[in-house]
Antibody, heavy 118, light 107 residues
């Protein structure tokens, strides 16, 4: 069955970078897009960006432009998120989600907690 | 950017009651709207796509409706397992913005 398995929790200092991974199983990787969505403590869901696993096209939320890079490795069916110049308000659970253009985010990873603290 | 506004922020109802959640887009999005259920400690789950289509596994008591700028999610008879935060997301243009969520509680 379809699974998205995310990397483990991270603790980072302000100003550092973090790279999260999301390995996918059970479907043809290049047939879907993938997105990153985060949830800060006590807050709602926030869409960060999307990548086409077919051709690598990306779209990012304006607030993350210049600080975020979303990539894929089609040889391992893995999605990555790099977030740079971390701030304390980047503390959140980060989810990867398969993105079907018709259905929406129909499969989700289990989430990765990122804590940014000095 | 399309702004999505959900109301109410919290809904507190008894089991068996009908729950009606609203979602409004700042500009027309046709029917390009999805609803997600997010329970504490779990990833979100897709409930409804294209405004009114139930995703695989979504119980029949969940019904989505609306088009243009105004949408609703109705839970016809609330069950204890429906306690969650419900988010709508517009899928019309980038960025695919979420509403701030409606928390559904059981009295």
């Amino acid at each position: 069955q379809v699974q998205l398995v995310q990397s483990g929790a991270e603790v980072k200092k302000p100003g550092a970078s973090v790279r999260l991974s999301c390995k996918t199983f059970g479907y043809t990787f290049t047939k879907y897009g993938l997105s990153w969505v985060r949830q800060a403590p006590g807050q709602g869901l926030e869409w960060m960006g999307w990548i086409s696993a077919y051709n690598g096209d990306t779209n990012y939320a304006q607030k993350f432009q210049g600080r975020v890079t979303i990539t894929t490795d089609t040889s391992t069916s893995t999605l990555f998120l790099e977030l740079r110049r971390l701030r304390s308000d980047d503390t959140a659970v980060y989810y990867c989600a398969r993105d079907d253009s018709w259905y929406g985010h129909d499969q989700w990873g289990q989430g990765t907690l990122v804590i940014v603290s000095s | 950017e399309i702004v999505i506004t959900q109301s109410p922020a919290t809904l507190s109802l008894s089991p068996g009651e009908r729950a009606t959640l609203s979602c409004r887009a700042s500009q027309t999005i046709d029917t390009q709207l999805a609803w997600y259920q997010h329970k504490t400690g779990q990833p979100p789950r897709l409930l409804i796509y294209d405004a009114s289509n139930r995703a695989t596994g979504t119980p029949a008591r969940f019904r989505g409706g609306g088009s243009g700028t105004d949408f609703t999610l109705t839970i016809s008879s609330l069950e204890p397992e429906d306690v969650a935060v419900y988010y709508c997301q517009q899928r019309s243009i980038w960025p695919n913005t979420f509403g701030q969520g409606t928390k559904v509680e059981i009295k």
